[in-house]
């Protein structure tokens, strides 16, 4: 297994672009989250998803966009890039089991610059 | 909601020392709690994770201990090594919630 995949790893946008940062897992996993980490900082949820067709914002959404159309892809849209989403953007996923939680598997993040 | 409080925020140790952190937690509800590490440039990744119906789970250098009547839990590094210098956050999950709150993260740095 790959487990989960984040493309691009890097990327410099410009003020006002807009881009889509990709995350696929091939562990069948129900559950994926979208976080971004600041320097020296800890994991914000932007938003996560429980399973094909539904989303649900997190503790930081605005500036964001998400869908999920397959269990396997949950693609994160930036639409009017602003500094403040400069940042490192880590995809997630886990499955809930039969009875308990779960925890989570990280992608290798993407670093996003915008200026 | 969940709340998570880390300490400390930055954790100097000897290569041979023990570390501990610890983390609070406020709803009784949360049943389940992973540690993760994060290094340098580098992806969380799960080290060791308790669940609320046990009180401690040891794998080899590492230990998680859980105290539910004080809502907390704690991370014991043992015989520290240069290489665990990480990052290390605690979350806590409420049971059924499946979204974790984490803590603000502890920089543990070892010194050879």
């Known amino acids: 297994n790959a487990g989960v995949t984040q493309t691009p790893k890097f990327r410099i946008l410009k003020i006002g672009q807009s881009m889509t940062l990709q995350c696929t897992q091939d562990?069948?996993?129900?559950?994926m989250y979208w976080y971004r980490q600041d320097p020296g900082m800890g994991l914000k949820l932007i938003y996560y998803?429980?399973?094909?067709?539904?989303?649900d914002k997190g503790e930081v959404p605005n500036g964001y966009n998400v869908s999920r159309s397959t269990t396997e892809d949950f693609p994160l849209r930036l639409e009017l890039a602003a500094p403040s989403q400069t940042s490192v953007y880590f995809c997630a996923s886990s499955y809930p089991g039969t009875d308990s939680n779960q925890p989570q598997h990280f992608g290798d993040g993407t670093r996003l610059s915008i200026l | 909601g969940e709340n998570v409080e880390q300490h400390p925020s930055t954790l100097s140790v000897q290569e041979g020392d023990s570390a501990v952190i610890k983390c609070t937690y406020s709803d009784s509800a949360s049943n389940y709690f992973p540690w993760y590490k994060q290094e340098l440039g580098k992806r969380p990744q799960l080290i060791i994770d308790?669940?609320?119906?046990?009180g401690e789970k040891k794998d080899q250098r590492i230990a998680v201990t859980l105290n539910k009547t004080a809502k907390h839990f704690s991370l014991h590094i043992t015989e520290t090594q240069p290489e665990d210098s990480a990052v290390y956050f605690c979350?806590?999950?409420?049971?059924?919630?499946?979204?974790?709150?984490f803590g603000r993260g502890t920089s543990l740095i070892v010194h050879p």
């Open positions: 562990m069948n996993h129900n559950y």
């Open positions: 979350a806590a999950i409420e049971g059924g919630s499946y979204i974790p709150t």
């Open positions: 308790i669940r609320s119906n046990v």
């Open positions: 998803s429980v399973g094909a067709g539904i989303t």
